[in-house]
T-cell receptor
Framework: AQSVTQLDSHVSVSEGTPVLLRCNYS??????LFWYVQHPNKGLQLLLK??????LVKGINGFEAEFKKSETSFHLTKPSAHMSDAAEYFC???????????????FGKGTHLIIQP | DSGVTQTPKHLITATGQRVTLRCSPR?????VYWYQQSLDQGLQFLIQ???????AKGNILERFSAQQFPDLHSELNLSSLELGDSALYFC?????????????FGEGSRLTVL
């Protein structure tokens, strides 16, 4: 079984300050891990993904995430927040398996990122 | 723009009715997924198709059905609608339906059941 927990439902930061969105997962197998972003009234868009290559993954718009197997975490960070980063962020885990397609994806509940001017 | 097109964007209907949501995947993508997003349940996987065949089922109710046509577009049919079916329904597509692939999401169809 697999699950994903986003530790904060809301995170508020000031523009220009660092962003940290926390995600912990549980998976019996080697997971693929993703972060997706959803802007208001839009569909989800992939920020970055980890699929057993480098543990530090760089994504779009200056975001990056580090896979830490010992801590079963995949936290998302950005050095300096911008107003346009205000959105909902989803951490996603999937089994790395040929048994199925992305039906194995499990979405976290989401973290709402608020950027204060 | 993800390349995935969903229609209609908004739909208001009454309990007991039936609606059809349509999805055109990104050009070249063979796999289509349907998700339901609501405030209390979050994002729930409903069903996946690959090249016209059902690949996997998630938390899809028996009142709901879907299919993927030879031209790869997909339709999600919701019948005997209940108030609790009000939600945002997303379609996503990917190239081959593998777990490591990026999903490309449409902007969703917002269903309101009154």
């Amino acid at each position: 079984a697999q699950s994903v927990t986003q530790l904060d439902s809301h995170v508020s930061v000031s523009e220009g300050t660092p962003v940290l969105l926390r995600c912990n997962y549980s998976s019996s197998y080697s997971p693929s891990l993703f972060w997706y972003v959803q802007h208001p009234n839009k569909g989800l868009q992939l920020l970055l993904k980890y699929t057993s290559a480098a543990t530090l993954v760089k994504g779009i718009n200056g975001f990056e995430a580090e896979f830490k197997k010992s801590e079963t975490s995949f936290h998302l960070t950005k050095p300096s927040a911008h107003m346009s980063d205000a959105a909902e962020y989803f951490c996603v885990v999937s089994l790395f398996s040929w048994a199925g397609g992305a039906d194995g994806l499990t979405f976290g509940k989401g973290t709402h990122l608020i950027i204060q001017p | 723009d993800s390349g995935v097109t969903q229609t209609p964007k908004h739909l208001i209907t009454a309990t007991g009715q039936r609606v059809t949501l349509r999805c055109s995947p990104r050009s070249g993508d063979l796999s289509v997924y349907w998700y339901q997003q609501s405030l209390d349940q979050g994002l729930q996987f409903l069903i996946q198709y690959y090249n016209g065949e059902e690949r996997a089922k998630g938390n899809i109710l028996e009142r709901f059905s879907a299919q993927q046509f030879p031209d790869l577009h997909s339709e999600l049919n919701l019948s005997s609608l209940e108030l609790g079916d009000s939600a945002l329904y997303f379609c996503a597509s990917s190239e081959a339906g593998l777990v490591s692939e990026e999903l490309f999401f449409g902007e969703g169809s917002r269903l309101t059941v009154l």
